[in-house]
């Protein structure tokens, strides 16, 4: 098994490191996503075990990069580029630019007032300030914002968007 192993080593870190780099190639263009996501997350995965193989096939070379300069630099590029993709979230001053869009659609309904948000679900303030209150939003009033009133009213986001996704039904 393990010449199986070290015959197939290097051939299989090529046709996954392709698989990897075409998937990953459509996902930044938004090409396919729903084809190539889970291929590209769990392919990627899958190629770390051909991978490593390959190191510990090429052990005593592999080292010889860390003797010279070029494997310090390009590690040392890489680090320094991931860590400027990853400097804005992980110092909370990300522009909120990323994330699930649904999540930020709620936020951006619930700073709304029931006046703002009453032409989405076809009602008037009136109604929806009504809607509100039977469904224990006590705080609700025409001039609060919604998540406001969620918070005033001991309930999340979550029960004001339920409450309010009832209200567009009725």
């Known amino acids: 098994m393990p010449n199986l192993l070290s015959r197939y080593a290097t051939p299989l870190t090529t046709g996954l490191f392709l698989v990897s780099l075409i998937s990953g190639i459509a996902l930044f263009f ?17 190629l770390i075990l051909p ?6 096939k090429n052990w005593r070379p592999f080292l010889a990069y860390f003797k010279r300069l070029p494997m310090t630099l390009s590690l040392g590029l890489c680090l320094v580029t991931g860590l400027a993709f990853a400097w804005p979230a992980i ?14 659609m709620i936020n951006i309904i619930a700073a709304g ?53 009832a209200l567009k039904a009725k």
């Open 30 to 46: 938004h090409y396919g996503t729903t084809a190539f996501r889970e291929m590209h997350e769990w392919l990627s995965l899958v």
């Open 51 to 56: 991978f490593v193989q390959h190191v510990w």
């Open 91 to 104: 110092t909370g001053s990300a522009s909120g630019s990323g994330g699930n869009p649904a999540f930020a």
């Open 113 to 165: 007032t029931p006046g703002e948000v009453a032409p989405l679900l076809g009602r008037s303030e009136a109604e929806v300030v009504d809607g509100l209150k039977q469904k224990g939003f006590a705080a609700a009033d025409g001039a609060t914002s919604l998540s406001e009133i969620a918070e005033a009213s001991g309930k999340d986001n979550v029960e004001l968007m339920a409450t309010l996704t």
